[in-house]
């Protein structure tokens, strides 16, 4: 036996995304419950969440206010409301009435930018909130997990930390540790792991052997470090390698600031008034706002960027900062771009995503050695879904438009999807050269699917036949979900709208399930198509010959038949 183990946790099972968490502070500062987020009010606010969405807890026998509180402790946490203060750390009054959005909180609910957000996100965890072992202090598991990652980089010449490692040896370790110690640890593991020749059956071994200075469940390991690796991530200083993390190169100086200090012995109060306020970082000092802005320009020069700063002013800190941001974005777009270019080699990826959004989510691994597998997480099938069929646009090629400009969801620095497309437009805008389909797509099946989607795809496909279809240009739409319901069919086989001052358009609206859209994508593949796009247009202008002589449920016989012709 060792040394007792304790897991720390940045987030919640009731709140494992953290990029919800702005749009759920957002539903409750507006909410009569900001600043009294206790007792009945609980379930009032949990009733809130459920019908935006952002929960889903339904079930009779569960605890109609678990999920709230769960959410107001994360809302505390991260310094959007005042935390409730315990006696040990002082009066509630000396910082603010509990539960009230914080001025730091006011500020990241007008962080409109997934940049800015991060940002906000980066400030709080990196204060030192959790309390080290042995009565030495509060640390931040940030600066501590940077400490680590740049001691594994100092020592092996990257900063990557495997899902395993971080499991075993990251989330479950403190200041209170030898830093020199946790790394030996986390070497000697990876060198064992490659000799294993059954990974899965070594993990499992490890975790059981380590689990015995552990006194709760085995399953938290790694269940908790998915968790708590999605947190780390929304600072925008780490970033996805495989299934673990590393440094992202844009952040690494910052990085090593930030781990030069871990923990602190000053009172809580003190932590907790800075958080409410937004906490300190090295970039708000000039001469390291400099230095990262130099490192920035630094690292896009390495890679051929062409960037210009000649019209911006760089004297004071918030120009210098903006100034570096602007060269983030740019560096960010550009590896959109390279990512891009990659897709139609990861078709079969992009299939299997597929494969896992039809089944309602779940994990594919690839190759237990490199730890290399995908993952669409249960309660986030809808971005996933967007995500999923904007790579396969991507793939099919010959698109006109930017990467950047097809989608409206945001993507994180690892180019995973942070949220869906926002309200009032749609998902995909497809332009080629002589057509444009707009695509939607729902993870929608029932009879509700007609009410929810009916109307804004076809105000959708009308505004962008508006925008797009001048000269001719033909414009279509194309309806992606798991299941068609045979309502939505009947509505996009009429396809009528009528848009400002009663102008009457016909819309083409194909309407495709997940899984003949996966089917014709995959066929394109193996065929070695060339024009891939204009056999999806194809396939569009068949089915819709069609429409006008055959009811719903015949249309969708149809458009099946047509697909598994086309195949």
Known sequence: MGKPITIWQLGNTGLRNPTRIWEGLKLFAESPYNGNLRGSNEERFQTLLNRAGLINSTGEAEDTSSYARKWRLMFARFGFIYPQVKKEYGQQEDLGPKDLVTPFGEIFLKADTYPAQQECFLRSLSLEQDRVPGDLGFYSPLRWILAVMLELEKRTGTSEISRIEFSLWGHTTNPSYDINDVVDHIIDLRKRRKRATAKRKFDAEEIKKRSQDYNKKSNNFTDYSDMNMRYLRISGIVQRKGRGLIIAPAKHLLAEKLAKTSSTRRSMMDVYKELCHGAHLPTDDLKTAKALLLDMEALLKKNHVYYDLSNRSVSTVPEI??????????????????????????????????????????????????????????????????????????????????????????????????????GGQGDLYCEYDSFTILTEVTMSTGSRQESMEGEPVRRHVSDAVLK???????????????????????????????????VKQRLTILPLTLAQFQQCFVALFKSKETAKHEKLRELINICEAQRDRLEAPAWKKYIEHVVEDTI
């Open 321 to 422: 900062n903006a100034a570096r941001l602007y060269l983030e974005e740019l560096w960010q777009k550009t590896n959109e771009m390279d990512y891009a270019a990659k897709q139609p080699e990861q078709w079969q990826e992009i299939s299997d995503f597929m494969t896992l959004l039809i089944r309602g989510g779940g994990k594919i691994i690839y190759d237990e050695d490199e730890d290399a597998g995908i993952e669409v997480p249960k309660d986030e099938t809808p971005v996933y879904l967007e995500w999923t069929i904007w790579r396969a646009v991507l793939a099919l090629g010959n698109l006109v438009n930017l990467p950047s400009d097809i989608r409206g969801f945001r993507l994180d620095s690892s180019f995973l999807p942070v949220s869906v497309a926002g």
């Open 468 to 502: 797009y279809g001048k000269n001719g240009i033909p414009v279509y739409g194309l309806f992606i979900a798991v299941k068609i319901d045979t309502n939505t069919a009947e509505t996009f086989r009429h396809g009528v709208w009528y848009a400002k001052g009663d």
